[in-house]
């Protein structure tokens, strides 16, 4: 009888940024990659449309975590800073998403995102009344999406 294999979890993760291991996210959002269908029809075609591949769009990755004050915690918005300033040919990165099995020691999905640049930085709104952990959303324009494994 054949082994079961189940779905995988998505509550397991780690980011790595030019292959340095990030932790503290509590959330990846990975968009879709869509292709654009061309219609395309010559003249002694039959009277129907044929489809082209057109261009393909990578969607942005949204990355969530929680505020620290750790010796990193300004890196991230650092990096936007900087691409807003107009560095964004030196700031392009690669980054990977690791999804890990159950135990978070087996790597089961890896997606490598490729020529990553913050387009937004959104810090949590402060609220008097709360006393919810502050939350800081990037989110990453890329040209390119592949699932490796």
């Not at 082994?3 to 932790?23: C, G, K, M, V, W």
């Not at 449309?49 to 261009?55: A, E, F």
């Not at 087996?106 to 402060?126: G, H, N, Q």
């Amino acid at each position: 009888m054949a082994p079961r294999i189940d779905p995988i979890r998505n509550f397991r993760f780690q980011l790595e940024i030019d292959n340095i291991t990030r932790a503290g996210f509590s959330e990846v959002m990975i968009a879709e990659t869509t292709i654009e269908a061309v219609d395309y029809r010559e003249g002694t075609d039959p009277p129907h449309v044929r489809k082209l591949s057109g261009l393909t769009k990578y969607g942005s990755i949204t990355l969530k975590a929680g505020m620290t004050t750790d010796a990193n915690s300004l890196e991230l918005f650092k990096w936007h800073n900087d691409v807003s300033s107009g560095l964004i040919s030196e700031r392009r990165r690669n980054i990977a998403i690791r999804v890990l099995d159950e135990s978070g020691k087996t790597e089961t999905a890896r997606f490598v995102i490729t020529d990553a640049w913050p387009i937004k930085y959104d810090p949590s709104d402060l609220n008097g009344k709360g006393n919810e952990v502050m939350i800081e959303l990037l989110e990453f324009a890329n040209e390119g999406i592949e699932r490796v494994k």
